[in-house]
């Protein structure tokens, strides 16, 4: 498995697809969806990802299907650009990608740089489909932390990974979460899906 | 809810019943049980229980049945020990108090100081019902990393402690798991059972 089909697939997950239909009629959802190990990390001690296999009942486009925009870190974004255009089967999304360093990103894609609440706010206000959160580690912990992330979207493999990147780190306060779903794979994957409450 | 049955509640959790009727037949199995956060904690940064409801679905009896010897860290015999005898509901069971400074334990239980593989492993050929791994976190450690642990039992909270203590520290090596069972209470909880494999 390539590096880019990897990062695909470690970014994508089940999830409810009720939102699809409503999406003219509420605020958009911003949604991290991403596969992580049963201790709560999404990189090895090493950064090692091959612990992510590919789920073949995971159903893709059901979650493609919700979203027409993407959310992407700095870090992100550059190492995603090293794979000429993304991996096979990637739909076409607006892209928002956010830095404080980056004067400029790729033809097509939007460079976030200003007060994020209010940007994040006002894309969210926009009409359209749910947004992915589609990385990285430092973005997540902003928009948690300034509680714009509307809905966890988590594989949890089954491995014990004993060290490495957490999903989640340098999150200020603790965070009620709202079960929406859960689905189980016979490969071992439990997806579960949570809506988190506005601060 | 006092200190006692938070402690109970947190160590408890749903777990496959078909041992029960089996166990005259195959090696008692030890079984982690224990509520967790879905970030991994067992305890908050101010090592808060706060988070840990009890939920009024919860089958407690059902898990009790399969289990009539515990094993206990030298931390949690001594926090045990202040509650007077456990809390209501507790049934008896077989204790193993594990310490390396301990030079004596209560009357019914008993000291394990030595070679903890070999007698962990004489433990569960004996005949009997399976094991709870009762605690506490470095008693974990030692026997993850000595591969002596059977099962996984994980009710995951709906909550993310964005610290604390977390349920694995200071594990060796990652640990592939076999998803067993998993169940869905309406509380928002969700329960794990993975088995693991033999070091």
Redesign the interface.
Known sequence: MGKGSRLYFRLVSKSVVLHTTLHNFTMRKLVLSVAMS???FIE?PNGEYD?CFIDKDYDFAEFFSRIDTIFVGRKTYEMSSEMEGGPAGFPKFKEYIFSTTLQQVKDGATLIQGDIKSEVTKIKQEEGKDIWLFGGAKLTTSLMNLGLIDE?S?A?Y?????GGK???SN?????????VN?K?YSS?I?S?T?NLGQK
Not at 171 to 179: A, E, G, M, N, Y
């Open positions: 049963l201790d709560g090895g612990w966890l988590l949890i089954p491995i014990l990974l004993c957490p999903l989640f999150i200020k306060d603790r965070t009620q979460l709202s079960l859960t189980t071992g439990v579960l949570y």
